[in-house]
């Protein structure tokens, strides 16, 4: 099982980014996902978690109503949609998974995508 990110980039303050992570070998929907971040000289940290389902999510309060994860089981593919974004969420973001069918805050997942960088310019 390997998620691998897609989709980040450079972005002004206030705009949108859609992240994507493709995930192979068993089939989606017996994964909980989740996206993390890390920015520079700080530790990882939860953003947002998908059940396997996709019918229940959680997030960070720092991305509430600004980010929304979902899933598409049928291409094994979790997104992250990030609206009014700030320089603040300026960091590399990782895609996880761990098997079960609920949403999980926790750091504890099995499998880890090698990331992908998010800029956001002031």
């Known amino acids: 099982v390997q998620p691998v990110e897609s989709g980040g980039g450079l972005v002004q303050a206030g705009g949108s980014l859609r992240l994507s992570c493709a995930v192979s070998?068993?089939?989606?929907?017996?994964?909980?996902m989740a996206w993390f971040r890390q920015a520079p000289g700080k530790e990882r940290e939860f953003v947002a978690t998908?059940?396997?389902?996709?019918?229940?999510?959680y997030y960070a309060d720092s991305v509430k109503g600004r980010f929304t994860i979902s899933r598409d089981n049928a291409k094994n593919t979790v997104y992250l949609q990030m609206n009014s974004l700030k320089p603040e969420d300026t960091a590399v973001y990782y895609c996880?998974?761990?098997?079960?069918?609920?949403?999980?805050?926790?750091?504890?997942?099995?499998?880890w995508g090698q990331g992908t960088q998010v800029t956001v310019s002031s």
């Open positions: 998908i059940s396997g389902s996709g019918g229940r999510t």
């Open positions: 070998g068993r089939p989606g929907s017996s994964y909980t």
């Open positions: 996880a998974a761990r098997s079960g069918l609920r949403p999980y805050t926790g750091t504890e997942y099995d499998y």
